[in-house]
């Protein structure tokens, strides 16, 4: 089984070097042919903790830059096609991000949304004293040799040094990592379980960037994030890479505890984003994509998302509308497509110790009566407890889409319940292809456990929605209490078909119901 998959593995990436050849740069190369440079990617930029979008940030790739604009998104155009473009975003107050986009003669238009967490530990101090820097919201810090700082010509930092601290919880959401969550393996791009990170970067007084002297090291702490429950004794370090946008093995870390936390511990030659990972054994998850009609769709964009692992692994699909795409064995993974901001449904599988086919092909709504003027996807994500939290759309003419009547994408009411989560983190994924009818629709979430230490608000709950492409955060408001239900938002829907989403963030004390 394991030379099957390296076969497979090598003859992707055999694949990936020969669309590669005669690249003009920009972090990838020529998936087709040598067109134009025509290509474009679009998206917004926004705190990946609360979802407010972020205005005057720097978006970067290949050569080209934007500035968001007020509502936060960007456009980057007259790029050549890519398969690795590195897009990277900066703005003050918040951690650099760093991801990955395609662009092809197939699929020209990428839309990338762009997670940024905001700086965690800001803390000025004497480069000559021997430091430890902690965060004091987790287990996070850093511990510095006097003198162990320098400039990127070997110099010593001039007056005191500032550190910003950044801690990344995958479980949270896996698209706050940067990158797409690969490493090189002997040539053969393979993908990585994260089990949490940070950023570290430091400045003097004059601005200038530091790290370590030649030879020094540092011991770093990782809090440990973590869905499956067991959690390795010992594990990789990796860094992130921000010129070829993949994960490094370097150094490994150990797990620990006390009063702070659970956290990974372990010593660094050099600073950057850190991560606590492991490469996990692959199968391959074989499926399509068609639209409404049953037509396959060719240059969708695949994703397999860790249910109860931290990780992530793309491709794309054929000219038939086929696909083949790594998952970790033995585990419970979400499967769904994208192409220009339109979504698939999303697929729970539960994978063995082989290969699997699915049962059906994704769809995107397009075709059999579908203008593809509606594409929604509401995912509702939560922490450790409580235990089960549940979506709920209720809309016009006795639309009422839950875990008990959880709907249609093929017919009325055009709406469902994919991912039904019973047990701590999620996610919930409610899919919309069309609203059929004028009106109001609502989105609630409803505390099913009850349970209240924590509740939806430290837990903590978070909803997003993506409509046509752009994403919204949403996250409860104040005034939980002991209140059940938290009724998020509302899709109004005009006579004409035009949809509007209003903000609702209010709570309530009992289950949503169809009268509501």
Not at 477 to 506: H, K, M, R
């Amino acid at each position: 089984m394991y030379k099957q998959l390296r076969i497979f593995s090598t003859l992707i990436f055999v694949g990936f070097l020969l669309a590669a050849c005669g690249s003009s740069g920009g972090g990838g190369g020529n998936p087709s042919t040598l067109s134009p440079a025509s290509g474009k990617i679009t998206g917004q930029v926004f705190d990946g903790t609360t979802g407010q979008v972020i205005s005057g940030a720097t978006v970067r790739a290949a050569g080209k830059s934007a500035t968001t604009t007020a509502d936060g998104s960007y456009e980057l155009s007259g790029l050549n096609n890519g398969d690795r473009i590195i897009v990277t975003v900066s703005v003050t107050g918040f951690s650099d991000q760093s991801k990955i986009a395609r662009i092809s003669d197939q699929a020209p238009n990428a839309n990338l949304a762009m997670r940024l967490l905001p700086i965690g530990l800001t803390q000025t101090f004497d480069p000559d004293t021997a430091q430890t820097l902690s965060d004091t919201n987790s287990p996070a810090s850093v511990t510095l040799s006097a003198g162990s700082l320098r400039k990127g010509d070997g110099s010593s930092p001039e007056g005191n040094v500032t550190i910003k601290l950044t801690v990344i919880d995958p479980t949270i959401d896996i698209d706050l990592m940067p990158g797409d969550m690969q490493t090189d393996v002997g040539g053969v791009l393979s993908p990585i379980e994260s089990f949490g990170a940070i950023i570290a970067t430091f400045t003097d007084e004059m601005d200038n960037d530091l790290n370590l002297a030649s030879g020094s090291i540092a011991t770093i702490r990782i809090p440990l994030a973590d869905k499956s429950g067991t959690p390795p004794t010992t594990i990789p370090l990796f860094f992130y890479d921000e010129t070829q946008g993949l994960w490094v093995e370097e150094g490994t870390a150990t797990l620990l505890s006390d009063a702070s936390g659970t956290y990974y511990e372990g010593t660094v030659g050099h600073f950057s984003t850190w991560n606590a990972d492991s490469l996990y054994a692959q199968i391959i998850i074989n499926g399509c994509v068609q639209n409404a009609d049953g037509t396959r769709i060719a240059d969708i964009s695949i994703l397999t998302v860790g249910d109860d692992y931290s990780g992530t692994a793309s491709t794309f699909t054929d000219a038939s509308g086929n696909f083949s795409v790594i998952a970790k064995p033995m585990a419970s993974v979400l499967v769904s497509g994208s192409q220009a901001g339109l979504k698939t449904n999303t697929v729970k599988l539960q994978t063995g110790a082989s290969d699997l086919v699915m049962s059906d092909c994704l769809v995107l709504p397009t075709g059999g009566g579908n203008n593809g003027d509606t594409s929604v996807s509401i995912k509702l994500s939560w922490g450790e407890n409580p235990l089960d939290l549940d979506a709920y759309l209720v809309g016009p003419n006795n639309i009422f889409v839950y875990f008990g009547s959880k709907g249609s994408l093929s017919s009325f009411p055009f709406s469902q319940l994919d991912v039904d989560d019973l047990s701590s983190f999620g996610p919930e994924v409610i899919t919309i292809f069309q609203f059929p009818d004028p009106g109001t629709y609502r989105y609630s979430v409803n505390n099913f456990s009850g349970t209240f230490s924590p509740g939806m608000t430290e837990s903590p709950a978070r909803v997003e929605l993506t409509l046509n492409g752009n994403i919204t955060l949403f996250t409860p408001p104040v005034g939980e209490n002991d209140n059940l239900t938290w009724d998020v938002l509302e899709f109004v829907v005009s006579a004409d078909g035009s949809v509007s989403v209003n903000p609702i963030n209010t709570w309530s004390a009992s289950a949503p119901g169809i009268d509501t």
